[in-house]
């Protein structure tokens, strides 16, 4: 998996005016749990621009102060109306201890079924997985090129060593769907036999 590093300095205070001032001069109010202690930290908006607006999903090394925590992030809240950072959670990563992550799906080929004329339908974007920090994959890599017209790929169709999947085995991730000129076609042969 992919790494970022954040450099950050402590909050002094948690009162909500201290954090109003952070936003205020640009910076973003942080959190880091499931270490022994939480750590409140904070950063300029623009350094979260490579790992917030981004599909790809990073270990996270924090600078806070001189001393490194790895971490993954857990949960960004935006503000309602001018859509601006307003808080970011983090948990740090212990080495034994899974870490659930949402990994981005990636697809990749082309199937049989879209070259006889049938249409390509992605339902998942992102899946829920359960795995050690070293085991966690940069994207599900999904292969489709053997996709036919009314296929499909499940949740239970992923196998990844070290991942457990935490979505529904039944959840479709992909699959391909008749076109009216597949059938139009497929009638067309029919009479002309």
């Known amino acids: 998996m992919k790494s970022f590093e ?5 909050r002094t205070s948690l009162t909500k005016q201290e954090t109003k001032k952070l936003r205020d001069a640009g910076m973003v109010p942080c959190v880091l749990y499931g270490g022994s202690e939480n750590v409140h930290f904070h950063a300029p908006v623009l350094d979260f621009r490579g790992l917030v607006y981004t599909p790809e999903v990073f270990t ?18 935006f503000h309602p109306v001018n859509d601006s950072l307003m808080h970011i959670d983090f948990l740090e990563i212990n080495p034994g201890k899974p870490v659930i992550m949402h990994i981005p799906v ?12 049938g249409k390509l339908i992605t339902k998942v974007r992102k899946l829920k997985v359960k795995a050690l ?6 994207a599900v890599d999904v292969d489709i090129t053997s996709l036919q017209i009314g296929q499909s790929v499940r949740v239970s169709d992923l196998k ?8 529904s085995p039944n959840n479709i991730l992909v699959g391909v769907r008749t076109t009216r000129n597949v059938v139009e ?6 009479k002309g036999k």
Do not use: C, Y
């Open 185 to 190: 076609n497929a009638a067309a042969e029919a």
């Open 133 to 138: 920090a070293n085991h966690l994959p940069d």
């Open 160 to 167: 990844i060593e070290g991942v457990e999947f935490l979505d």
């Open 60 to 77: 996270v090394n924090i600078n806070v102060d001189g001393k490194t925590h790895q971490a993954v992030m857990q949960e960004v809240q």
């Open 6 to 10: 954040l450099n950050a300095t402590k």
């Open 106 to 117: 990636k697809i990749n080929g082309t199937s049989e079924g879209q070259r006889q004329g």
